[in-house]
């Protein structure tokens, strides 16, 4: 849903392009609609990883991610700052 497709246009007059903002099926099987569903509803994201549109169809590969905990954002960001301060440290040598 809400997505926003840019398709170009067949005619010899190529000024615009067609932009579909309609609801758009998903293909996908049963086993998968249902993992999807069960994922967003954990609370976890479903995010397009991949377009492939090498014929009249458009192909999208989904993964499904889980956000970081408060912890591993603490431990990123020491991470971070060490490597600026190692940095900074090797330029003044």
Same mark, same amino acid.
């Given at each position: 849903m809400?997505?926003? +497709?840019? =398709?170009? &246009?067949?005619?010899s /007059? &190529?000024k /615009?392009?067609?932009?579909?903002?309609n609801? +758009?099926?998903?293909?996908?099987? $049963? $086993?998968? #609609?249902?993992?999807i569903q069960s994922a *967003?509803?954990s !609370?976890?994201?479903?995010?397009?990883? /991949?377009? #492939? @549109? @090498?014929?009249r169809? +458009?192909?999208?590969?989904?993964? #499904?991610g889980? !956000?970081?905990?408060? %912890?591993?954002?603490?431990?990123?960001? *020491? *991470?971070r700052? %060490?490597d600026i301060?190692?940095?900074r440290?090797? *330029?003044? =040598?």
């Amino acid at each position: 849903m809400n997505a926003k +497709i840019t =398709l170009p &246009k067949v005619s010899s /007059d &190529k000024k /615009d392009s067609l932009t579909s903002n309609n609801p +758009i099926k998903l293909l996908a099987t $049963k $086993k998968d #609609i249902k993992d999807i569903q069960s994922a *967003k509803n954990s !609370g976890r994201t479903v995010v397009p990883t /991949d377009v #492939i @549109n @090498n014929s009249r169809y +458009i192909k999208l590969r989904a993964s #499904i991610g889980k !956000g970081k905990k408060e %912890f591993d954002k603490r431990q990123a960001k *020491k *991470k971070r700052e %060490f490597d600026i301060q190692s940095k900074r440290s090797l *330029k003044e =040598l």
